[in-house]
């Protein structure tokens, strides 16, 4: 397969290349936002899996015309899978304080996310052929008071991947949101909490996005959790501490 | 908080997860500093309660690889499983390794370890080419055995208190393939050990190591086994990747008491015995036979448990093991496992490295408080007497003396320590 990876310098990407690559052999594009940190993760990558091929790609995630030019030499040859990685854990605290590093996070989190996957979409309908794997989180289903300048930008890119979901119905290209639990990254390290290990995260991901499943949650359980947790009124949502 | 493999428990005062090498010097700056990996040292040289932990796990990226040579460049947090992984079947292994791969590169220099190999192919620190070093005034510092030797030879075995390794070249050997054909030998007396372990030494056998039970009255009996990478590797579909069995949770008190401990010491030998002679064996099963049972150290409750190892020069070895063994038997407080090995005549790595020529013995005794420290300090009076020193990687409680009798270039080693890096294990044993 043709492999895309949109900031596959991010821990839970690399985790899923690194799954992909295990299994097959594969040609991947990674692409990254530094110049240095997507060299040495196509350096790691292609001695740890010589069988496949890694090329590095590097833009600013934020220039839609530089995402349009990338996008279009990308997809002059066949394009099988696409992951649209990058995000950035928000912290609520400076979001509430600081509106200009509220505004930068928002770029990143949802108007970069939507930018690449309405590019992508476009890209892939032309061909009549390809999956899109796109990160959301399970904190894009609700807000709450405790992360919603992240959550919020997840929700964006919940509602635009449904719309495209139902633009591509029918087509040869499917589109799956993927909705991980809090993952052990460098975000999450020195947080309170459980989160669950990216590799396992990872697997999950690869097996729905085989199976062009619609909405991957991984850990599986947090569908119940999310469902339950959407379903609880306002009223008693606004007293809840969590 | 922090809890060592032994179950030490420490509690730093802030943890740093750099994902990207550049990001390193910013963590550097302030008080006490240490780095570390996968924390699975016994004691305390992995512990900074009150300080920072910076940890190398997120730099774990591989940079090159001389295919011609088999040099690999890597950052710290590599795990030494991954290279094996990543490699075995390219024709090249770890030349050292010790008996668990779930460590770091970095983990595996600073403590200089060795293992079942060391008379042909000496410790872990051996065949490190070069470092990179970033110090906490900011400053990155390349070091190898001909520029800045001092700094290299202090780094290799230092105990993580010269800096933070932010780089690591280290050379890989060929390997035919993943397979070693093994001879498992049983023994009924430490003097039929010493014999086999001249003979397998004068025979050149790639590795070596001797287990024996040292907890009931057949106290010697043990078994020897040795190996050799196989030379016929075609069957690769032998190769099975091994299941691992995990204990869940600490049990609350230990498992491993008076009667289990004879049971199993029993069982161990009557099973070793039954299966001596010569079989093929894989090399996770060769050297990692404990990686296949993942968190075994919980099976000593909460309280967790001593590992003590000590190397005595050739000479006194012999008199001084059979002394150990019988103030161990006295107690009553038998270990679980105990290891023999022998050590070659070898120049050190490291200024501080442990290994060195002569007889290392190494005990698990499940912490019981007073008792088993009186027991430990018994045997220090014999390994100090014979001229012998601890593994600072496995201590959590020797003494000050205890340490600079055993490693005599500690003078040196200061002048190239990092004044803002120290552990539990500095504060206790050095500073």
Redesign the interface.
Known sequence: MRIIVISATS?LAKCCVENWANRANHEFVLVGRDH??IQ??V??LS??F?MSTFVGEVLDFMAPAQIQDLLDSLFQKRVDLVLIAQGSGTSQIMASRDLGYLAAELQLNAVSVALFAQGCTQKALKANHGTIGVIGSVAGDRGRAYNYAYGSSKGLIEVFVEGLQQRVAGSGVSICLIKPGPTET?MT??HKGRFADPKAVAKLISEGLAKKSRVIYAPRVWRLVMLVVRLIPFVIFKKLKF | MTVSFGGYLSTPAD???P??A?EVPKFLSGGSILATGMSKSYGDIASNAAGTIV?SL?LN?????DAELGV?VCEPGVLLH?IQE?FVE?GWMLPVTPGTSWITVAGAIANDVHGKDHHLAGTFGEHVLNLTVARSDGSLHFCSPSKNPELFRATIGGLGLTGFIVQATISLKPAAGPFFDTETIPFESLEDFFKLSQETDSQGWQASVGWFDCSTRKAGRGSFTRGNQSLDQLDLTEKKTRKSVNLPITPPFSLVNRVSLDLFNSAYFELQKSGAGKRRMHYQEFYYPLDGVKNWNRIYGPRGFFQYQSVIPMKTAQSATSEMLKVIRKSGQGSFLAVLKTFADREPAGLLSFARHGVTLALDFPNRGESTLALMESLDRIVAEAGGALNPSKDARMSRSMFKAGFPELPRFLLQRDPAFASDFSRRVID
């Open positions: 821990v240095s940190r040495s993760t350096s790691d001695i740890r010589p460098p390290r020195g | 943890e740093k997860f994902n990207w550049e940890s997120g990226r591989m940079i090159s690889f690999l991954d990543t390219r």
